[in-house]
């Protein structure tokens, strides 16, 4: 039987639980045991599908298809393990659930209400994952605790503590410390407040997490012990890492956390060995090398709407031991002329996946920059798409080439709504979904890259390279270097007379871990870092 270990934070949101729980779930992987990660989501979506970047940042996708929220991208990269439908549910789909069973009489007629009904549908989505070889189910709970949204959830782990035992049960409490720069006071009353509330509910921590910009002195922590009623050795200091969030797994272990966590559990475990993460870290912290890369995008303001893409650039560093600078580029500029001149100083150029005919021009632009100059290039969905328009404009002459998704009455439609998207009325998970497989053309620089011929990559979305156009795009350079194993769809493109210049229809960076670089990432950055070596400059 597995054991529960539920994380939940106060005081504000964004305070890092996810960043927390997937440090955890790396420390605990270190001391030899197996988890399973998971994140509840108090909003009614049924999932994050169709929310705007804007208020909910990028669409993480596992490879079983499931849209799910960016926190699993943190587990999985921390980890190393993949996450499923399992590891993600929102309010809206715990009621969906419960309404569809009720439609369904499975209730046989009883009043639907919160309780039981919703918090044991509640508790039957956290159990889904014990299973024989899990040790410990490393629960993340959304939102902040005082939320109304929350509530069904906070009181269902609290059935789960009672129904399971302490001994099998386990409540970390993240919080935030403020510190007052005008009194030079570190304050503890939010996070007194915030774990009152959680024992008015029936929680009662055993461990407090406290985020702070400042080191908290023994007074304070004594302070925090005492009024939260927490062990002092149980108070853990959270303070904002120096150079990367890589650290936190070792901030977290050099204060025994994760001795604490066994120790509840009443579990015995070697030390955990995390000699491979400091490595990394120093990699990042003494760099051999330093370069720049532009990411031409949509969201460019939003760090949170490409949390991947920026994640696996940097794993593309840590592989060749250089600091990445990520220069965000609005693609709605550089359809108005601007930003141009960003070019001169970047060693690649990077085009990321979006939806909708905002910023598609300048993203062409960015990539006719990249091809008409060397240099390195990557792609990934929308940016391929783009890179089919540009090439199809200037390099093959088809005057207004453009995607049906920008332009209906384009004359020259060289991407398209997929065929079987045709009929597709709701929105919501119902794109090209999850983990599909590709074959690549031997002797390309996609199969240098990767090294084998058959891959698997995660999809996200509706319109592909239209076939009618592939032959004339061949004949003048482009080479199709990885397609579906019928041929049908276009999975990767890359120029023949180009140093670096590649463009994946799926998302790669879902893949790439600090640990495990993507493949794409690793080529494409060790391309820029050999630019940097050249100097070279571009021409408008």
Same mark, same amino acid.
């Given at each position: 039987?597995?054991?529960?270990?539920?994380?939940?934070?106060?005081?504000?949101?964004s305070?890092?639980?996810?960043?927390?729980?997937?440090?955890?779930?790396?420390?605990?992987?270190?001391?030899?045991?197996?988890?399973?990660? =998971?994140?509840?989501?108090?909003y009614l979506?049924?999932d994050?599908?169709?929310?705007?970047?804007?208020?909910h940042?990028e669409?993480?996708?596992?490879d079983?298809?499931?849209?799910?929220?960016?926190?699993?991208?943190?587990?999985?990269?921390?980890?190393?393990?993949?996450?499923?439908?399992?590891?993600?549910y929102?309010?809206?789909?715990?009621?969906w659930?419960?309404l569809?069973?009720?439609r369904?009489?499975?209730?046989?007629g009883?009043?639907?209400?919160?309780?039981?009904?919703?918090?044991?549908?509640?508790?039957?989505c956290?159990?889904?994952?014990?299973?024989?070889d899990?040790?410990?189910i490393i629960?993340?709970?959304?939102?902040?605790?005082?939320?109304?949204?929350?509530?069904t959830?906070?009181e269902?782990i609290?059935?789960i503590?009672?129904?399971?035992?302490?001994e099998?049960?386990?409540?970390?409490?993240?919080?935030?410390?403020?510190?007052?720069?005008?009194a030079?006071?570190?304050?503890?009353?939010?996070?007194?407040?915030?774990?009152?509330?959680?024992?008015?509910i029936?929680?009662?921590?055993?461990?407090?997490?406290c985020?702070?910009?400042?080191? $908290?002195?023994?007074?304070?922590?004594?302070?925090?012990?005492?009024?939260?009623?927490?062990p002092l050795?149980a108070v853990?200091?959270?303070?904002?890492?120096?150079?990367?969030?890589?650290?936190?797994?070792?901030? $977290?272990?050099?204060?025994?956390?994760?001795?604490?966590?066994l120790?509840?559990?009443?579990?015995?475990?070697?030390?955990?060995q995390?000699?491979?993460?400091q490595?990394?870290?120093?990699n990042?912290?003494?760099?051999?090398g330093?370069?720049?890369?532009g990411?031409?995008g949509k969201?460019?303001?939003? =760090?949170?709407?490409?949390?991947?893409?920026?994640?696996?650039?940097?794993?593309?560093?840590?592989a060749?031991?250089?600091?990445?600078e990520?220069i965000?580029?609005?693609?709605?500029?550089?359809?108005?002329?601007?930003?141009?001149?960003?070019?001169?100083?970047?060693?690649?150029? $990077?085009?990321?996946?979006?939806f909708?005919?905002?910023?598609?021009?300048?993203k062409?632009?960015?990539?006719?920059?990249?091809?008409?100059?060397g240099?390195?290039?990557?792609?990934?969905?929308?940016?391929?798409?783009?890179a089919?328009?540009?090439f199809?404009?200037h390099g093959?002459?088809?005057?207004?080439?453009?995607?049906?998704?920008?332009?209906?009455?384009?004359?020259?439609?060289?991407?398209?709504?997929?065929?079987? =998207?045709?009929?597709?009325?709701?929105l919501?998970?119902?794109?090209?979904?999850?983990?599909?497989p590709?074959v690549?053309?031997? %002797?390309?620089?996609t199969?240098?890259?990767?090294?084998?011929?058959k891959?698997?990559?995660?999809?996200?979305?509706r319109?592909?390279?239209?076939?009618?156009?592939?032959?004339?795009?061949?004949?003048?350079?482009l080479?199709f270097?990885? $397609?579906?194993?019928?041929s049908k769809?276009?999975?990767?493109?890359?120029?023949?007379?180009?140093?670096?210049?590649i463009?994946?229809?799926?998302?790669?960076?879902?893949?790439?871990?600090?640990?495990?670089?993507h493949?794409?990432?690793?080529?494409?950055?060790?391309a820029?870092?050999?630019?940097?070596?050249c %100097?070279?400059?571009?021409?408008?």
């Open positions: 039987m597995a054991k529960y270990l539920f994380i939940t934070g106060g005081v504000v949101s305070l890092g639980k996810g960043l927390t729980a997937a440090s955890i779930g790396q420390i605990l992987i270190n001391r030899g045991l197996t988890i399973r990660m =998971q994140k509840m989501d108090p979506n049924i994050p599908g169709t929310m705007s970047p804007f208020q940042g669409v993480y996708v596992t079983d298809g499931t849209e799910t929220d960016l926190d699993l991208g943190h587990y999985e990269r921390f980890t190393n393990q993949p996450t499923s439908h399992k590891s993600n929102t309010a809206g789909s715990i009621y659930n419960v569809q069973k009720e369904r009489g499975d209730y046989l009883a009043t639907i209400q919160m309780i039981p009904h919703i918090t044991d549908e509640i508790k039957s956290i159990h889904s994952l014990d299973e024989e899990v040790d410990i629960c993340e709970m959304g939102g902040t605790v005082g939320d109304i949204e929350g509530l959830f906070l269902a609290r059935q503590g009672l129904e399971e035992g302490p099998n049960v386990m409540y970390i409490h993240l919080t935030y410390v403020p510190y007052i720069q005008a030079g006071e570190v304050k503890t009353k939010p996070t007194q407040q915030s774990v009152a509330k959680l024992r008015e029936g929680i009662l921590p055993h461990v407090l997490i985020r702070t910009e400042v080191p $908290l002195t023994d007074e304070v922590l004594n302070k925090l012990s005492l009024f939260s009623n927490v050795q853990i200091e959270e303070r904002d890492v120096a150079h990367t969030i890589y650290e936190l797994p070792l901030v $977290l272990a050099k204060q025994k956390l994760d001795d604490l966590i120790s509840n559990f009443e579990l015995t475990r070697p030390p955990a995390l000699e491979q993460w490595n990394i870290v120093n990042i912290i003494e760099p051999k330093k370069i720049r890369i990411v031409v969201y460019s303001e939003l =760090q949170d709407a490409y949390k991947s893409i920026f994640e696996a650039i940097h794993h593309g560093g840590i060749h031991k250089h600091t990445i990520t965000k580029i609005p693609a709605e500029e550089l359809e108005e002329g601007k930003q141009v001149e960003a070019f001169n100083n970047i060693e690649g150029i $990077l085009v990321p996946g979006g909708g005919a905002r910023g598609i021009e300048g062409i632009n960015a990539i006719k920059i990249a091809r008409e100059n240099i390195p290039f990557l792609g990934i969905c929308l940016g391929l798409q783009c089919i328009i540009e199809a404009r093959c002459a088809l005057k207004n080439a453009n995607t049906t998704e920008a332009n209906q009455e384009t004359p020259h439609p060289v991407v398209c709504l997929m065929e079987e =998207q045709e009929e597709v009325v709701d919501g998970g119902t794109m090209r979904l999850g983990s599909w590709c690549i053309e031997q %002797n390309s620089k199969a240098t890259a990767y090294g084998t011929l891959i698997h990559e995660r999809h996200r979305h319109y592909e390279v239209n076939n009618k156009y592939r032959s004339v795009l061949e004949e003048k350079g080479l270097s990885g $397609l579906s194993p019928d769809l276009v999975e990767i493109m890359e120029l023949k007379d180009h140093p670096w210049f463009a994946t229809q799926f998302h790669p960076e879902f893949k790439s871990t600090p640990l495990h670089p493949p794409l990432f690793k080529a494409f950055v060790g820029a870092i050999e630019r940097h070596s %100097n070279k400059q571009i021409s408008v």
